[in-house]
């Protein structure tokens, strides 16, 4: 499986159990969208320490409006912020980037608490010193909270590259065109565009038994099977192939519909 990907590119394993091809996050982005977060975070306590100035009667209040307003800024926000967008804090959403597990899954509480309280230490307490460096050691990127949480750090924004779309194999036309295909999820659409692109760089058990994979996870999709002894390479180019032509026809539909609505619209424009 490790000849399919191309050098210094992560395998992003789906809800499918298939890989597509995202890089993990690079030194620079990290550090990029730390300082904004810490930026953030600072301004968070800042304003909870002038509010704490002014409302508290006396020392002790203020002494646990500073408690408060510190495990606000440095725990709460980036723990809530993280949870409510699957991975996304300010700092990552400017810079493109999200917290995944080390499954690929999205992040839960669980994952955005531990990488917080950790990042208590390693980011706010030791100025972000111990993060850099186990960020530049891993592979991946990972900082200690990464490693205690079983996360690390993907682009979100990636430009894909694809295979051009498989053509329709002859021997299947027929079948495809009165076959009941459901919407495919699309990673497993992108995966199988990829697996289909590069098969022929695979080695030969590789190649089997990933094509036979994808085609078991598409047939769920997909009805009647195809006919008897159809090879997986060509079932999943035949699907893929008319899933593409019914979407283009659903998109020119579509399009032509809206044409008609706003030429209506402007002839019945009130004067």
Do not use: C, N
């Amino acid at each position: 499986m490790a000849d399919l990907y191309a050098e210094g590119i992560d395998e992003l394993v789906t809800g499918e159990a298939v890989t597509l091809d995202l890089p993990p996050a690079s030194l620079p982005l990290h550090v990029a969208s730390g300082m904004i977060d810490v930026v953030v975070g600072a301004l968070v306590m800042i304003g909870g320490f002038v509010a704490t100035a002014a409302l508290a009667p006396d020392e002790a209040l203020f002494s646990v409006g500073a408690i408060l307003t510190l495990v606000t800024g440095m725990l709460v926000v980036p723990t809530v912020v993280e949870t409510a967008s699957r991975g996304r804090s300010l700092g990552k959403l400017v810079t493109g980037l999200r917290t995944v597990r080390d499954d690929a899954g999205p992040i839960s509480f669980h994952h955005s608490f531990i990488r917080s309280l950790i990042g208590v230490v390693e980011i706010w307490m030791l100025t972000g010193v111990p993060a850099f460096f186990s960020a530049l050691i891993s592979s991946k990127g990972k900082r200690i909270g990464d490693y205690a949480a079983g996360t690390y750090v993907v682009r979100s924004r990636v430009t894909l590259s694809l295979a051009p779309p498989p053509p329709m194999p002859p021997q299947l036309a027929g079948w495809a065109a009165a076959a009941d295909i459901a919407p495919l999820p699309e990673r497993l659409l992108l995966a199988v565009r990829q697996v289909l692109g590069r098969a022929d760089g695979l080695a030969p058990a590789t190649r089997a038994s990933l094509l036979q994979r994808l085609a078991d996870q598409v047939s769920v999709y997909v009805a009647p099977p195809p006919p008897h002894g159809t090879p997986a390479d060509a079932y999943l180019a035949a699907v893929i192939a008319e899933h593409r032509e019914r979407d283009l026809a659903r998109m020119r539909r579509e399009a032509v519909m809206i044409d008609r609505l706003t030429a209506a619209g402007r002839t019945q424009r009130p004067f």
